[in-house]
């Protein structure tokens, strides 16, 4: 088992910026793709970022890119979700996720989840 957890959330204004961290912990012999997803009230949970095992491969959510920059810390499973220009919009649950297999955008690919970090983001 693997064990996410997220912190860096907070309350901010529009245009500002938040650093969003996601640690890992047990079963870690496995270097995994690392995703973003987050869920609007009332809204699905949906796909933010991901990031390839060996940090080679990123993939983004339309209206994050250029905003948005996932990174990792190497070949450890921490990943981070640099995220600027922060609009009313972006105001979810952002949850970490991890598989063992390529980059994907589909929330059921991934085994391991989070419990979320709250981004609020005021006009």
């Known amino acids: 088992q693997v064990q996410l957890v997220e912190s860096g959330g907070g309350l901010v204004q529009a245009g500002d910026s938040l650093r969003l961290s996601c640690t890992t912990s047990?079963?870690?012999?496995?270097?995994?793709?690392m995703g973003w997803f987050r869920r609007a009230p009332a809204k699905e949970r949906e796909f933010v970022a991901a990031?390839?095992?060996?940090?080679?491969?990123?993939r983004y959510e339309d209206s994050v890119q250029g905003r948005f920059t996932i990174s990792r810390n190497g070949y450890e499973n921490t990943a981070f979700l640099q995220m600027n220009d922060l609009k009313p919009d972006d105001t979810a649950v952002y949850y970490c996720?991890?598989?063992?297999?390529?980059?994907?955008?589909?929330?059921?690919?991934?085994?391991?989840w989070g419990q979320g970090t709250q981004v609020t983001v005021s006009s």
């Open positions: 996720a991890a598989v063992r297999g390529p980059v994907s955008s589909e929330k059921s690919q991934y085994d391991y």
């Open positions: 047990g079963r870690t012999d496995t270097t995994y793709t």
């Open positions: 990031i390839s095992w060996n940090g080679g491969a990123v």
